[in-house]
């Protein structure tokens, strides 16, 4: 009885379970149905925008870097197109092996597969990364009949950067390399990122960094519908990318290369500008060093010598080292005085060999003196009791804003970077520069050295070579650069740089030419007379020495006896021709001794070159300095003049 | 001529027309989404899926002539035979991966828990049918034994798709056989109370992979990518699909197994909501027949198995589709009749066969 009850109890209870199930099976497709409108009805618009962004990728496509030519459309800088072969990472079966039977085919050098590995670090895993640059066609063609079984590996056309004359300029032209972190945040905060989206170099130095905007040029975009691999499957619009700005020059490559050959591998530098515009005709530093090593990712070891080398062949000193000027600064000391009025043309002291002030005795660089020295003399000579007893007589406030207003311990505002300020000594900058309270004390002895160009004073051959192409303009100031004019090469529009005066000096033409007079004397019978003897022109010059090392008291300065590094730098500032000058030069050799014996020299054959065409047989010779001028005397803690 | 009218009144005297024709037309939409899915690779895959088709029809149409009787007979053996393999793969399995779920048989390899897919609802059928008169607890008790043994391999393999769809089928059967509703209620209460006191017995990575299991979003590159990307299918499909062939996810690649696991979101973009709509009435349709069958059937076996395998057909189809559509976390389960894959489609034919032959046979155990 039970038995059939449960029996006929159970189809009942199953039934009533099919129909629960049935209903739950309904909810649950209503549910999944709710969701299905959820997504495809109410949020259909985010997703197709969604599903779109995955679809398209805009790729950027690189414009070509703009060139660089000198001022006689020399190429200094150009981009060349080469094959490199290419890894994505992520897309290879195994790096390691890959590279090894890669190697098989091409070439591969230890040296590639550092600089890979280096690359490797500094990018994500699904960049393509090059194993190995400029290839050879029959390279290409090697690998193309093995592609097959290299997955993640391609060969690729790109542009690379090449500077044809190698190390000629390569502190004024600078590099491009690898963009890092730090020109990232540049990129962002110029708000120029989407510009550089595709971009992988970037100008680090000289005009390459300065104009890098410029020789930029626009990216173009391709619109290309990519899979989730992110390969283009195909191109849907192009806008065509616009070539950067073309720079032509100042610069005078052939003059330039002379003046680096007149080095011969001295260190030092020089600045030569053409002072009716500001125009720099060359901007050496010596020792120079390649800038295409840069351009693929310099090597570590090439990085390591250069870094490393004790010459510092990095370093431009043209714009960045600042030596004391020693006796160049005479003359712009002279026209300090004509100008403040403090002293006239003709006004002559009696020079006993020495200046005694307070307890101290400075003195002359000749024993028993010059005798009676006017300015014209003082200059020739280069008397220091001349200057000693006029920087007192001026004091530093008048000095420092005299020198100021000619340029010196100021940015000249050049256009390329990392330029120094240099050191205008004052009361001023002492208490900026000292932290302690008895450093920052000026004393009036001080005053006194400034007064022959040692002390404190710092300057580079660019502000040298700038304040004296002030002078020479009757104090019209041009701002000094390098680029020339710069070119759009689609539109062929150019753009002439600024070379308007940026500022006007209150000099008095008459005073300025006592200056001229006594710097061309100095060429004529002073320290010049031995670099310049024959020349074909007239030029005006004044040498100088800045000292590397103190003497002690008493103590001979012996140029030969000294280690070369301990030698004192040799210093000439000059001009040419006397009458509307064309060229003026700074020239600073590292430990050359005297400057007659070094510097004046290499001034000689640029001015050769630039004024007559005459190509130097070889380096610039190191001469004897005339007799009476490279007998230094020591004053209390220094020696002086020459 | 006369032979050949036999055969098809042979075939067609257990052929269920209604659940045959919405079969059919499940199978046509998967062909055409397969094809679509694989168009990159040329035809080969649909080739393939079509002998699967036809295969599995042989079998179903097999299985259909079968009747439940001798199905009932081969409960025990096949349930045997398949923990005796599970055990086997435990020992001796080859790590796939890093599952280990299968095992070589010499000749051929298989996967073991595929066969519990249909061994575990025969088996409980057969248990409950066999204690029919005299159903108590402790029947209950071990066919829930007979349930967690099999489960517990599988879990270890670990599969956890599997388990949950062999654990559902076995349930199907307890639950049709009538397992209080206050027992279930109160399983259900103590397992919502354990679960505190497991999550913290579980270590951080334990504990995020189950958060990452429940909510894909949090781990966009790595498992929320699939789940992100076949929203953004299924989203930008709208009402009426972009056209077959044309899903822009599917065809540039977004989509992930795009064949298998996630077909139904390349149908989904293609096809839209109406497609959808569609595809959810034909499954309504398949499991309605199914338990219109079920209750029909005259044996607490055929009773019992005819519900649990409906009910396991909407499990794959839920679960599928939930996951796909980001409701449900990802469990490896295919859509049912349209993912690619032969191994699938046979198991859910033999269950389609199992339902014909209970609905052909319903008359003759009657007299």
Redesign the interface.
């Known amino acids: 009885m039970s038995d059939f009850h449960h029996g006929e109890q159970d189809p009942d209870r199953f039934r009533n379970r099919i129909l629960v199930s049935g209903g739950l099976v309904l909810l649950c497709f209503l549910l999944l149905f709710g969701r299905f409108f959820y997504l495809q009805v109410l949020q259909h618009e985010y997703y197709a925008t969604r599903a779109e962004s995955n679809r398209i990728s805009l790729v950027p496509v690189m414009p070509n870097r703009g060139n660089i030519v000198d001022r006689n459309g020399q190429v200094l800088a150009r981009n060349y197109s080469a094959f490199t072969l290419e890894i994505t990472p992520s897309k290879t079966l195994g790096l390691e092996e890959t590279i090894d039977s890669l190697d098989e085919i091409v070439d591969i050098q230890l040296k590639d597969r550092r600089r890979f590995k280096r690359l490797l670090e500094e990018s994500k895993n699904f960049e393509s990364i090059p194993i190995r640059t400029r290839l050879t066609d029959e390279e290409v063609a090697r690998f193309a009949a093995h592609r097959y079984r290299f997955p993640g590996v391609e060969v690729k056309a790109r542009l690379f950067r090449q500077y044809p004359e190698n190390t000629l300029a390569a502190h004024a032209i600078g590099y491009i390399s690898r963009i890092n972190a730090k020109d990232k945040e540049n990129i962002e905060a110029a708000g120029h990122e989407a510009n550089y989206k595709g971009t992988e170099h970037i100008g680090k130095v000289g005009l390459e960094a300065h104009y890098e905007y410029e020789l930029h040029g626009t990216a173009g975009y391709e619109q290309v519908e990519v899979d989730a691999g992110g390969r283009a499957v195909r191109v849907l619009s192009q806008t065509a990318p616009l070539p950067g700005n073309n720079l032509t020059l100042t610069l005078d490559a052939k003059l330039q290369k002379v003046a680096e050959n007149a080095f011969g591998g001295r260190r030092g530098s020089l600045t030569a500008i053409d002072p009716s515009s500001g125009a720099v005709l060359a901007l050496v530093s010596s020792p120079a060093f390649d800038p295409n090593l840069f351009v693929d990712g310099i090597r570590f070891d090439d990085w390591d010598e250069l870094n490393n080398h004790p010459d510092k062949p990095l370093l431009n000193r043209a714009i960045y080292s600042t030596y004391p000027p020693g006796s160049t600064f005479k003359p712009l000391m002279a026209l300090a005085a004509l100008s403040t009025g403090k002293r006239t043309p003709g006004q002559a002291i009696a020079d006993p060999g020495y200046f005694n002030f307070g307890n101290r005795r400075f003195m002359d660089d000749k024993v028993g003196g010059h005798g009676m020295v006017d300015m014209h003399k003082s200059i020739v000579v280069s008397c220091n009791t001349y200057y000693y007893v006029l920087a007192n007589d001026m004091g530093i406030d008048n000095i420092a804003r005299f020198m100021g207003e000619l340029g010196l311990g100021r940015r000249t505002e050049i256009d390329i970077p990392g330029e120094a300020t240099g050191i205008l000594p004052s009361p001023e900058w002492k208490q900026k520069r000292f932290k302690k309270r008895e450093q920052q004390k000026w004393y009036s002895g001080e005053t006194i050295s400034v007064g022959i160009g040692q002390g404190y004073n710092a300057y580079s051959t660019l502000q040298m070579a700038h304040a004296l192409s002030n002078i020479l303009n009757y104090g019209k100031v041009f701002r000094p650069h390098l680029v020339h004019s710069i070119t759009n090469p689609t539109t062929g529009e150019v753009r002439m740089v600024e070379s308007q005066p940026v500022r006007q000096v209150a000099l008095k033409p008459e005073h300025v030419d006592v200056i001229k007079r006594g710097m061309a004397g100095v060429v004529l019978e002073g320290t010049g007379s031995r670099a310049f003897a024959g020349a074909p022109y007239t030029s005006g010059g004044k040498t100088g020495t800045a000292q590397v090392f103190s003497l002690k008291s008493g103590q001979k300065y012996v140029a030969g006896q000294l280690r070369e590094r301990l030698r004192d730098h040799s210093w000439y500032v000059a001009f040419a021709p006397v009458d509307q000058p064309k060229i003026v030069v700074a020239v600073m050799v590292e430990n050359g001794g005297f400057g007659a014996q070094s510097a004046a020299p290499i001034a000689r054959q640029v001015f050769d070159y630039h004024l007559t065409g005459k190509l130097p047989g070889g380096p610039a010779p190191e001469v004897d300095a005339p007799e009476g001028s490279e007998a230094a005397e020591l004053i209390e803690d220094s020696h002086e003049a020459d | 001529m006369k032979l050949i009218k036999r055969i098809i009144q042979g075939i067609l005297a257990h052929l269920d027309m209604p659940l045959f024709l919405i079969v059919l037309a499940l199978m046509a939409i998967g062909l055409l989404t397969v094809y679509s899915a694989t168009a990159s690779e040329g035809f080969w895959k649909l080739d393939r899926q079509l002998i699967n088709m036809a295969a599995s029809m042989a079998v179903m149409l097999l299985v259909a002539r079968t009747p439940p009787q001798t199905l009932m007979r081969f409960a025990v053996p096949l349930y045997l035979l398949g923990v005796v393999l599970l055990l086997g793969v435990a020992l001796f399995g080859i790590v796939v991966n890093g599952s280990r779920r299968w095992i070589s048989l010499g000749f051929v390899r298989i996967q073991p828990s595929e066969i519990m897919k249909i061994a575990m609802p025969l088996m409980l059928a057969w248990y409950f049918h066999k204690h029919?008169?005299m159903l108590r607890g402790k029947h209950y008790f071990i066919a829930t034994l007979i349930l967690l043994v099999p489960i517990a391999f599988i879990l270890k393999q670990p599969d956890l798709g599997t388990s949950l769809l062999i654990g559902a089928a076995g349930f199907?059967v307890i639950?049709?056989a009538?397992l209080p509703w206050k027992v279930m209620f109160g399983l259900a209460a103590a397992f919502g109370a354990a679960m505190p006191f497991a999550w913290n017995m579980l270590h951080d990575y334990q504990r995020r992979r189950v958060l990452t299991l429940l909510d894909p979003t949090s781990d966009p590159l790595g498992a929320g990518y699939h789940i992100i990307?076949s929203?953004?299918?299924?989203?930008?499909?709208?009402?009426l699909g972009k056209g077959w062939l044309k899903g822009?996810?599917t065809h540039?690649?977004?989509i992930p197994e795009k064949h298998t696991d996630f077909i139904f979101a390349v149908f989904?973009e293609e096809w839209?909501?109406l497609g959808?709509?569609i595809l959810?009435v034909l499954?309504?349709l398949l499991?309605?027949r199914g338990?219109m069958i079920?209750?029909a059937a005259p044996t607490?076996f055929s009773?019992l198995l005819a519900?649990a395998l409906t009910?396991v057909f909407?499990i794959y189809a839920?679960v599928n589709?939930?996951m796909v559509?980001?409701?449900l976390p990802v469990v490896g389960v295919p859509l049912p009749f349209i993912s690619y894959g032969g191994t699938a489609l046979l198991t859910l034919m033999l269950g389609v066969g199992i339902l014909m032959s209970i609905h052909t046979h319903r008359m003759l155990v009657k007299k």
């Open positions: 029919e008169s199907f639950f049709f009538g990307q929203t953004i299918a299924i989203g930008s499909g709208g009402s822009s996810q540039l690649e977004f989904s839209g909501l959808n709509g959810l499954f309504t499991i309605g338990l079920a209750a607490m009773r519900g009910l909407f839920f589709m939930g559509s980001g409701i």
